[in-house]
């Protein structure tokens, strides 16, 4: 018998998102697509781990995770990505990048957190000694010589001079030339897939049309301008996993196993 935790367990669909701005043309109109939902919402690495352990059928989680995670598998071409900058994944460095020797991380990363880790060593042959940036604390409190945010409050620039910023997507744009995908909905095994892509495909597509709404109300919480969160949404990120997108995916996958950051082998992308 399932564990009473688990998705299983429980008779409803468990959905986990991120209650990051970036999510919210995903995940605003998901209930209006199905009131019996269950909607959970936790940081991306958290999701990541519930999913994991079958709390959850399906979740939008940073995309490493389907190279980490057995079973996994992709059920919509709704993501999270861009193709340039992102503005909501940003790397502050105190010193030239040749010169890292210590990398903060914010807590709820997993995907951003390998990417700056390979554009580091790939671009200038540094490993840094890794350190954890806890959700809630400010940038000045952790003496690394560069840190990653993401989300809400990588959006919004501490302050202190930098040496360097980087935006993480314009960074590999201009690196790879393809687009760069953060999160993907990655279903447990034995979840109705069919029914799941359905459904995370209408939410989606209702989502991109009620965006002037969605701005409203969702870029106070934010603390940025309604005009500037739209611009966010239509100019910064794109929610379709595309041809393009997915040559992006799989490059990412082949850097991710070179640098020991995900499994050899893998469920193919």
Avoid at 40 to 65: F, N, Q, T, W, Y
Avoid at 248 to 269: I, M, S, T, W, Y
Wanted: contains cysteine; charged residues 25%.
């Amino acid at each position: 018998m399932p564990d009473d935790r688990s998705a299983a367990g429980r008779g409803r669909t468990r959905i986990g998102a991120v209650s990051y701005l970036n999510t919210k043309p995903l995940i605003f109109c998901l209930q209006r697509a199905d009131p019996a939902l269950e909607i959970v919402e936790d940081l991306p690495s958290r999701l990541a781990d519930r999913l994991a352990a079958g709390e959850l059928d399906v979740a939008l989680v940073p995309s490493i995770e389907l190279f980490r995670q057995p079973g996994s598998a992709i059920v919509s071409d709704a993501c999270i990505a861009s193709d340039g900058p992102v503005r909501s994944v940003k790397l502050y460095g105190r010193v030239p990048p040749q010169r890292i020797r210590t990398l903060a991380l914010d807590e709820g990363s997993r995907t951003s957190a390998a990417l700056a880790r390979i554009l580091l060593k790939e671009r200038f042959a540094r490993e840094p000694e890794l350190v954890r940036l806890p959700i809630g604390t400010p940038l000045e409190a952790v003496a690394a010589d560069a840190a990653m945010l993401i989300g809400d409050r990588g959006m919004c620039p501490p302050e202190g001079g930098f040496e360097f910023i980087w935006d993480l997507g314009e960074e590999w744009r201009v690196w790879t030339g393809l687009p760069f995908v953060f999160a993907l909905w990655i279903a447990r095994r034995g979840a109705d897939s069919g029914r799941l892509a359905e459904l995370l495909g209408r939410a989606r597509d209702e989502g991109l049309g009620r965006l002037e709404e969605i701005a409203r109300r969702c870029a106070p919480e934010a603390g940025i301008a309604v005009a500037d969160c739209l611009a966010y949404f239509r100019e910064n990120l794109q929610f379709r996993f595309g041809p393009r997108q997915r040559q992006g995916l799989e490059l990412f996958h082949e850097l991710a196993q070179r640098h020991a950051l995900a499994p050899a082998g893998g469920p193919h992308v």
